[in-house]
């Protein structure tokens, strides 16, 4: 990856980094839930008007929480888009459950919530809507169906942090919602994520769950005069010192969002007429939707014309991705009898995806580079 002269993602800093690393060392907490875990917490409690925030040591981690907090039991379903990373069906699979796979709209590849009722079954537990690209899914619909039918939603917002659907933050929709800061992702420690509780009833066992199944969490604040084994769990917060160095990404929130939606304008601008003139589509952001601008990705006329434009920026040292591979169509989604053609809009789109370089450093004349680049090709 690194002979790319322009890599498809660069870990950036924002500034306060390391001094607020060197703060946490000097408080001498550098376990997890110490004074930057609380900073973090409150900050996302505030802005974002979630009733508990809990810092995890990955999104994974906290999709896990989110099953072991439903209680979800072996033969439980749970709908869940085949077009997603594999941490979002594993959380579930870890359980026993039988994930459900759901395909994708092919506007926004989020997941199609017109082909929810077909899905829910009386064993149904959990609908895990994705924001893809930090767009948001049609929430609106999706609630009332999990409503009507006593199902949850978890949401993974993993791309989506600080994006809005009808004025409302993603991730303050499903009882739980779940976080990254992989090194990826537009606000980042390395490797993190965080739980949104936004049901109350959740708030107690999560913090059991997290402290290794007791409650130490109740412990610290006084609550109760000595810890114990009360319920499962594992060890699922992160040190202080990784908090610290997202608590210096978050305060810079409005530099990095602004940075990174004026990348994202800029592709966009720049591509549109060669992308009209090619048959290639960009992304359909619905007017509702304020996107979290984690991404630029294009769909190409054909699985040849992708490959046929990554060796082309290869050959200028521009690093272009595809993206997830359909799960249903992976050995693990046949194990659960899934095939080709059952999530057909998934299948067609996933061949046909490229993102482009996209972090917060990418230099107005590298950013150039990529647009000429890509329209020295024709399809
Ligand atoms: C949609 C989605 N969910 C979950 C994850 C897992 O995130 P983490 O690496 O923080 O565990 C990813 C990772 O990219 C993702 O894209």
């Known amino acids: 990856m690194n002979s790319y002269r322009i890599p498809f993602n660069r870990a950036c800093f924002e500034g306060k980094e390391l001094v607020y690393i060197a ?23 505030q802005e974002l008007g979630v ?21 979800l039991q072996p033969g439980d379903e749970v709908i869940i888009p085949s077009f997603t990373f594999v ?44 924001h893809y690209a930090g767009v948001g ?3 609106d619909t999706i609630m009332e169906i999990a409503e009507r039918h006593g199902v949850a939603v978890v949401e993974d917002n993993a791309h989506g942090l ?59 604040r006084g609550q109760v005069d000595k810890y114990t084994w009360v ?22 929130r409005d530099h990095v969002l602004a940075r990174r939606k004026c990348i994202w304008d800029t592709y966009r601008t720049g591509l549109v007429d060669w992308a009209a003139s090619n048959d290639v589509r960009l992304p359909i952001i619905p007017a509702h939707c304020e996107q979290a601008f984690h991404m630029f990705y294009m769909i190409l006329p054909s699985l040849e014309a992708r490959t046929r434009l990554i060796a082309h920026l290869k050959s200028r040292g521009i690093l272009s991705v595809f993206h997830y591979l359909p799960l249903h169509l992976t050995p693990m989604g046949q194990k659960y009898n899934y095939r080709a053609g059952d999530c057909r809009v998934t299948e067609a789109i996933s061949d046909r995806m490229l993102r482009l370089p996209f972090y ?18 024709t399809f």
Not at 51 to 71: G, I, P, R
Not at 231 to 252: C, K, R
């Open 23 to 45: 703060q946490a060392i000097a408080n001498g907490h550098i376990s997890g839930d110490g004074p930057f875990t609380k900073k973090c917490h409150t900050l996302f409690e």
């Open 51 to 71: 009733a508990k925030v809990l810092l995890t040591t990955s999104c994974t981690h906290a999709l896990e929480m989110a099953a072991l907090l439903l209680d």
């Open 87 to 130: 941490s979002t069906v594993n959380a579930f699979i870890l359980r026993g459950d039988r994930p459900v796979f759901i395909d994708i709209r092919p506007d926004t590849l989020n997941l199609d919530e017109s082909q929810l009722e077909r899905l829910i079954t009386s064993k149904t537990k959990a609908i895990v809507p994705v």
């Open 137 to 139: 899914c049609e929430m």
């Open 162 to 220: 600080f994006g809005q659907y009808k004025n409302k933050y993603l991730g303050t929709f499903g009882c739980l919602a779940t976080q990254s800061f992989h090194e990826t992702k537009n606000f980042t420690c390395g490797e993190g994520g965080a739980l949104f509780i936004n049901d109350p009833r959740y708030i107690e066992r999560a913090e059991i769950i997290r402290e290794k199944g007791t409650n130490r969490s109740r412990f610290f």
């Open 231 to 252: 319920d499962v769990g594992s060890s699922y917060l992160p040190s202080d010192v990784l908090a610290a160095f997202l608590y210096a990404q978050l305060e810079a």
């Open 360 to 377: 917060n450093e990418l230099m107005p004349d590298e950013q150039a580079q990529v647009i000429e680049a890509i329209q020295e090709l």
